[in-house]
């Protein structure tokens, strides 16, 4: 190629001015001036106006790493997203209570406003503080963005009569509460405002709980708690971080004016106009609206203008920061039917804004500058998708114009009282910037406007209590842009390859376009010259093109001799007509059919790349675009070493701690450079005016940002490897990646976006958008766009809806370089080899028109299809009947179909030959062009159904080198943005040599013209034995209408089938009778090459038919692998003994476990010390947490462990007296236990340190109730205290905590012990098309397949010994699995409690009952439905008998009582009590946390603790357990603890305690110890069909699981609600005193008042109670002694008041309502009842 010498001008990209042009004429011309950056002209590089390097961020003495410098841009398998679908959402709001609401005896009610839909809340009579507690729930089915934006708003209304007064409201946006953790506000207070009167202040508090779910999220519930004390202010709803006092603020949206718009609105009149008008005018009469947060504000419209200019601000009031996090613009065309919408942008104010305290955080700022619309495309047609587009749904297809604005954000003095820390800190800026927002810059088109930046900063003071919606005032435009400060730029594109051209478009030349905001969009009927009469801002003059002419450019002798031509490198005719010296279209040429399929077409370009330069003239602003490139490259570097560290943990490499570490450290050095240049520029940029704000403040953010991440990058490195710690710094690391992603987008825009279209007849058919600023050019690598200079591969996709399937319309390789004109001598550096540029007599200065090849080579391509793992199925059957095809450059192919199956093997090579391929070999082989393969479902009627697509790269062998076979990959396939599986293939391009194809390697040729893949290719197979134990089918749907009654199972894999037994009837046993059998298979030794197996179930119907049922397939064979069990630990290994885990201290050593343990047990030291072998390790159990001084522990210790427990073992009637006469609670009850758990839990939330109390707890669960004061204090002293433990426990803890708690979870058992599948795994098998559809899955689900699977590698003597007849009991699959025969079992199902259920009644509540299904049995709890509740408290517990395997699914449904009509379902759930009942974790009956025989906590399950400790022993052949007085010995470890106790005064050994604390830490005994499931209380998510994935409420309630063949358990545990109690309060009225005096006497003008009072209890309204009046009291002392007595029910463990009452006269029973325990005095004053004063105590 020839060297390319460049003018000394642009050497180093500066940004030249032309008057300047000093040193035009020099050339250097040697070629390593391109490469190396020494140049000549360096020293003349200063003395250009001193603009030393600012446009080029960063130097690059700083940083080098950057993204390796290909040729071609990354290879993407994503060939196209699929268009975003609209989505079910669900907001639940539950309102529990208001508190000080402004307003004279008022009676309020809340109104819950959400987008347009609109709920209530009852209305409560007469007071301030009215508590609700109801639920409403809110269903949307909306586009994500859509829905995102709704306003959710609160109001609380006061109705008197026929009329409504606001008292105040409250709103946020959805997005708020989505970003919450657990997407969800709970027990929060909604600060109630006026926004009509901000000087008044805070109106109120409302507390409720706002929670937004998709589908599948899991709502979290919570326990709800009333307080009295509560502190408001603590608790406020507004996100973490934001300040609990927020002040009120003046938003301010500057629209100055738009240009670009399109200049033909839709409507059908416009034709009829445009035939009277003529072409020249524009028919829009644009106006915009901005909307944020639920006001609107809109400008005047401009008369038919595409160029609009309004210079006007629309101001909201809102409080800042504000609980929204967008804000919307949109410009309509106003249309005399209806208006249009023209185009949509978004702000996120966190974009441009930083939250952060002190000088750091700044208010949102933007501009003034432009942002870019898009939408759909600009000549216009009828549709209806385009709406969507224009209103900012979806990715926008074409460039709709451009609007110049700016926003400012000031902090109102006024607001709510006090001024707080924000507001002060933001004042002086604030003046500072009202004063000088007019001159904030002469240069850019970025001024403020002068005096309009004056208004917006000197609003009188006076008037800012009293802003309503947006105002909209005039603001004076900006200052007159300065010409120079506009710069041309130079869009070149070169076209390599044009294939997949759909068929339909190919019978037509066709062209494809490449446009840049207006520039080269040749449909267009005006030319964009932003000169229009409207912006007299802009001169007239156009600027030609600063390239220099292309002699100079490529080097050839011819040097332009006179100064003048290099000052106007245009020809003056160009100069003249701005567009002429653009050419933004290739050439229309007509497609040919593309060899071996019929359905693609390609352009033959050969010869010629045609090449393409659109030149457009833009506001200098490059630098935002540089800092986001910087930014990109550091983001890209540092996300693909992340991922690369996660495909080595996945893989479980070692190596992949050692990767992390670099990749975090390279990040660091990386962070520092952008840092560095971030620095300087903000420096450089001090004194100029340049910058607008945003860009300042922007520079800075992304500094502090960057330095904080650098810290946490170097704290997750240094971390010490803890278990699981490396899924955690992965994890961390990731959320880094995400932080610095949201730096990298820059808000405000420069250039648009390029768009390539396809025009077929010049019709645009489709389309592809890139980023500009990924093609910018930058003279220092790392600023540079990723794409700059390089060939991307574009899929052009149609505009507007898609169809199914592939919608790619043309598959372009194209080469795009965009830069300032003054770079243009850079813009074809990245050109590969073998390209010659050529103007074809066009004037020689302009850029090439082609590019020649310099040599064609011929190569075959052979694609080595050896498999597809884990496609969609598209067949009814479940199944799919796949081929793929495979597409590169001119040439196609298809491989073989291959017939219901999900996981192909086709074992097949496609050679394509005589393929010719231009440019240089070198080139080809580093950068070959792309191969896509898509795979297709084949009917046997209609088209082939598309499956996915993916791109692969060939490896390339050239003739002269050693031919080595490349290697099988999995490429990722993608079907829309859903996966669709795994494809298997290698891919090499061959160059065919001179002497003819008969020198590459050999194909082997099947009959038919098929090759089969080379055997050096296919993987290296080896034998393998699968054991596979087949236990059952369960929950089989009907197939054709018929039950199924006789299914097997087929399991496929590597192209066997091992048949299991057919089960001859299902509905009686549907369990295999053959447990277990084998196959041998051939598979890969590359274990990550390891085939898919299939499991299909078909049923054998009459006359030996089979139909198919359903199916499943397991991608990933790796899981099956079989693990040695490690055997028994021999001495040598435990030379480290397990520490105890469960010490919140540092873990102890065994020497000091074992000192601690002589001190406590002074008589066995001996032997005690004598146990700690370098195999024995022995475990304190009744020890607490080791305490730094451990002597005193010693005795008292004992004594007072010895005292808890005698009162525990002993007959409990004397403590059950104690607590009933000391709390004025009766008896203790299983409610007792429950609420010491609740309690419990809310202290864990509250302690500021949960994970050391984790550990505390899960101790105590373990220890004796002696260490309680762990749970109950936190003070560390009061620990200390108590650990030395006086005799009695401290009063201050009270009796409560002495009881024993359970377990609370909230979620259910499986999702905290994983699915209960440690013994056999569960299959679920579909069939029928899957589909993106919503609950799609739901209906495809037919059953389930109960087996599991082992594999692993035969020796060749294994594999002989197998032939001659081994016993089936050798196999490894079956160990420690029990026989599948029938099992009897008693179960016990308990519901304690449901929670935001649905509501299923018009009135917003709900009537729920239970109803339990098991196989055929059915309980209905319909007589004891719960009126009125969508938070009802069962307390029910049933039992019933069942036999296993038949009857093993539990469903749980709630359902709602409707006395006419059908009940509805609310939700349901289901639980597999086989997969509890078989699993290790012993799900049968949970471990309470201690041993009583009688009482409220009484042993429940059916064999003693020391029985349960001999049978897991004994199951899990664990030697022992050996008991011996104050230990037990179990395996390798030794147990001590407390084993005598006093019974009756006697001393008796009991072995029970230790037992039971032993099982609860069983997963500490070495090789089988797992985690026993607790006595506990499980949360279940309810579901229902209606609303597949949508949460319906949630169920709090426990199994109990007993076999029939064990001892019968005990009586099971009551657990009915408890019945409120009756009390009465008594209040003796005395007297008044400075009552307000209210009536004047008309005559002598003295005040009076005639006091009575008025009293009642929140919640009975209607038992009101009056004192007599006080008439004519003068001083306001009134005197009653009056008695009021209040009859009330009350529950004293939850403190609450149960009022019972009909809602209505229709009611049909009693609501019952719990609210908390507040009496409401008032004082009223008599004769004009009007009310007075009231007070509530």
Known sequence: ??????????????????????????????????????????????????????????????????????????????????????????????????????????????????????????????????????????????????????????????????????????????????????????????????????????????????????????????????????????????????????????????????????????????????????????????????????????????????????????????????????????????????????????????????????????????????????????????????????????????????????????????????????????????????????????????????????????????????????????????????????????????????????????????????????????????????????????????????????????????????????????????????????????????????????????????????????????????????????????????????????????????????????????????????????????????????????????????????????????????????????????????????????????????????????????????????????????????????????????????????????????????????????????????????????????????????????????????????????????????????????????????????????????????????????????????????????????????????????????????????????????????????????????????????????????????????????????PVLSTYRLEVLFWGLRELKKVQLLSVDRPQVFIECAGKTLRSSVIQKYKSNPNFTTLVDIIELELPENEHLLPPLSITVVDWRAFGRSTLVGNHVINNLKAFKYVPPPALPAPIQTQRPPTDVLSPGPAPTPQSLSTEEQLQHPGETSSAAALVTSQDVLITVEEAPPIPPPTPVKEPKKQKDGKAKTARCRSTKRRRRTIADESAECVIDWWSKYYASVEKEAKKDSSPFPQVFEKALSYHSLLSDGIESLVTSHSDGDKKKKQKGKGAPEPSIGLKTKLATLKLYNKELEAEFGPFDDWVNTYELFRGKASEEEGANEERFVGKFKGRFCLYKLTEDEAEDWDEGAEMGQLRVNRGIPSNGPVQVLIRVYIVSASNLHPADPDGKADPYIVLRLGKNEIKDRDNYIPKQLNPVFGRSFEMHATFPQESLLSVLIYDYDLVGGDDLIGETRIDLENRFYSRHRATCGLPTEYCLEGYNAWRDCLKPSELLSKMCRENSVDGPHFSPGRIIVGEKVFTGKTLFMHEDQPVESYEHLSLKILHRWEEIAAVGCKLVPEHIETRTLFSKTRPGMDQGQVQMWVDLFPMDMPHPGPSVDISPRKPKGYELRIIIWNTEDVILEDSNFITGQKSSDIYIKGWLKGLEDDRQETDVHYNSLTGEGNFNWRFVFPFSYLPAEKVVVVRKRESIFSLDKTEQKIPAILLLQVWDFETLSSDDFLVL
Not at 638 to 665: C, I, M, N, P, Y
Request: aromatic share 8%; with cysteine.
């Open 1 to 1018: 190629m020839d060297p390319k010498p460049r003018k000394g001008k642009i050497l180093f990209g500066l940004k030249v001015k032309k008057k300047k042009k000093v040193n035009a004429d020099l050339v250097v011309a040697n070629k390593g001036a391109v490469d190396s950056e020494t140049e000549v002209g360096s020293e003349a590089s200063p003395q250009l106006e001193g603009e030393s390097n600012e446009d080029q961020p960063g130097s690059s003495a700083v940083r080098t790493r950057v993204i390796t410098d290909n040729k071609r841009s990354r290879v993407n398998t994503h060939i196209q997203d699929s268009e975003v679908k609209p989505q079910s959402f669900q907001i639940a709001i539950n309102i529990t209570e208001a508190r000080q609401l402004v307003g004279e005896n008022i009676d309020p009610s809340v109104v819950i406003e959400v987008g347009d839909e609109k709920k209530q809340t009852s209305v409560k009579e007469g007071t301030n503080a009215p508590f609700y507690n109801e639920y409403f729930v809110f269903d949307f089915f909306a586009h994500k963005d859509v829905f995102f934006d709704k306003v959710i708003k609160l109001t609380v209304m006061h109705s008197k009569m026929l009329r409504s007064f606001c008292v105040g409201s409250f709103k946020l946006d959805v997005w708020t509460v989505y970003r919450q953790p657990g997407h969800q506000f709970f027990n929060k207070w909604a600060m109630l405002t006026n926004p009509g009167d901000i000087s008044t202040g805070v109106k109120g508090y409302v507390k409720c709980d706002i929670s937004v779910s998709a589908k599948g999220d899991a709502m979290q519930p919570e326990h709800k708690a009333s307080d009295a004390e509560e502190q408001i202010d603590k608790n406020l709803l507004i996100p973490e971080g934001f300040p609990s006092e927020r002040p009120w603020a003046r938003f301010c949206v500057k629209v100055y004016r738009a240009e670009g718009l399109p200049r033909n609105n839709s409507s059908i009149m416009a034709n009829v106009t445009k035939a009277f008008i003529g072409e020249n005018t524009a028919l829009i009469d644009p106006y915009v609206v901005v909307s944020f947060f639920k006001q609107v504000g809109r400008t005047s419209t401009q008369k038919s203008t595409a160029d609009p200019v309004w210079n006007e601000q629309i101001v909201f009031i809102e409080m800042f920061p504000p609980l929204c996090q967008r804000l919307k613009i949109q410009v309509w065309d106003e249309g005399s039917m209806s208006d249009v919408a023209i185009g949509t942008h978004y702000f996120d104010l966190r974009r441009i804004s930083n939250e952060q305290d002190g000088d750091r955080g700044f208010l949102p700022t933007f501009g003034p500058a432009w942002i870019n619309l898009y939408g759909s495309a600009r000549n216009y047609s009828l549709g209806d998708d385009t709406v969507e587009l224009n209103e900012g749904i979806g990715e926008g297809v074409s460039y709709r114009g451009r609007v110049y604005m700016e926003l400012a954000v000031e902090i109102l003095s006024g607001g709510t009282g006090t001024e707080s820390k924000l507001t002060r800190m933001i004042k002086p800026a604030k003046d500072a910037k009202a004063g000088k927002a007019g001159a904030k810059d002469v240069k850019t088109p970025a001024g403020g406007g002068g005096g309009g930046g004056g208004g917006a900063g000197g609003a009188p003071e006076d008037d800012k209590g009293k802003a309503t919606a947006a105002e909209v005032l005039p603001v004076e435009s900006p200052p007159v842009m300065n010409t120079d400060n506009r710069n041309n730029f130079l869009l070149f594109g070169a076209v390599f390859e044009a294939t997949m051209i759909d068929r339909k478009i190919g019978d037509k030349p066709v062209n494809f376009e490449f446009s840049l905001g207006t520039y080269g969009n040749i449909l267009e009927s005006s030319p964009q010259t932003s000169t229009s009469a409207t912006s007299p801002s802009v001169s007239h003059r156009k600027k030609g093109l600063d390239v220099p002419d292309a002699g100079e450019m490529f080097g050839s002798s011819r040097r332009s001799s006179s100064s003048s031509t290099s000052l106007s490198p245009l020809l003056p005719r160009e100069a003249q007509d701005g567009t002429a010296s653009n050419k933004s279209t290739t050439s229309p040429e007509k497609p040919l059919v593309v060899e071996g399929n019929r359905y693609y077409m390609y352009l033959p370009l050969d010869k010629k790349k045609p090449c393409i330069h659109v030149l457009s003239e833009w506001e200098d602003r490059t630098y935002r675009m540089y800092h986001s490139n910087m930014l990109e490259n550091i983001a890209v570097l540092f996300e693909e070493g992340v991922s690369a560290a996660a495909e080595l943990h996945r893989k479980a490499d070692s190596a992949v701690e050692s990767t992390l570490k670099t990749v975090l450290r390279d990040f660091c050095i990386d962070a520092r450079g952008f840092i560095a240049a971030a620095e300087a520029k903000l420096k450089a940029e001090l004194k100029s005016s340049y910058l607008t704000q945003l860009d300042k403040k922007r520079l800075t953010m992304c500094k502090q940002e960057l330095e904080s991440m650098i810290g946490e990058a170097q704290a997750v490195g240094q971390r010490k490897r803890k278990a699981g710690g490396m899924k955690e710094m992965l994890q961390d690391a990731t959320k880094l990646t995400h932080k610095i992603r949201f730096l990298v987008e820059e808000p405000q825009h420069t250039v648009p976006d390029v768009f390539v279209w396809l025009l077929s007849n010049n019709k645009r058919v489709a389309y592809a958008r890139i980023r500009t600023r990924d093609l910018l050019f930058s003279s220092s690598q790392e600023a540079r766009g990723i794409h700059c200079g390089k060939i991307i591969t574009l899929f052009l996709k149609p505009p507007g809806k898609r169809v199914t399937g592939l919608s790619v319309q043309a598959k372009l390789d194209v080469y795009l370089w965009f830069g300032a004109s003054s770079d243009s001598g850079h813009m074809l550096e990245g050109l590969p080899a073998g390209f010659l540029p050529t103007t074809e007599g066009a004037d020689a200065r302009s850029p090439p028109t082609y590019l020649q090849c310099a040599g064609q080579h011929q190569f075959q391509l052979r694609c080595h299809m050896y498999q597809a793992r884990g496609l969609i199925a598209a067949d009814n059957t479940g199944l799919s009947d796949p081929f793929a095809r495979v597409t590169f450059l001119s040439h196609s192919q298809t491989t073989n179909i291959i017939s219901q199956t999900l996981s192909p093997t086709w074992n097949q090579c496609l050679p394509m030959s005589s393929l010719l391929i231009n440019g240089d070999l070198q080139y080809i082989q580093q950068e070959p062009p792309r191969v896509i393969i898509e795979v297709y479902d084949d009917d046997a009627l209609g088209k082939a159904e598309y499956l996915g697509a993916t791109v692969a790269v060939p490896e390339v062998c050239l003739s002269y080198e050693l031919y080595s076979p490349p290697t099988l990959r999995y490429s990722p396939l993608h079907c829309g943005s859903q996966p669709g599986g795994e494809l298997l293939a290698a891919f090499e391009l061959l160059k065919i040599p001179e002497s003819g194809p008969q020198k590459l390697p050999d194909l082997e040729e099947q009959e038919g013209g098929i090759y089969t893949i080379p055997e050096n290719i296919r």
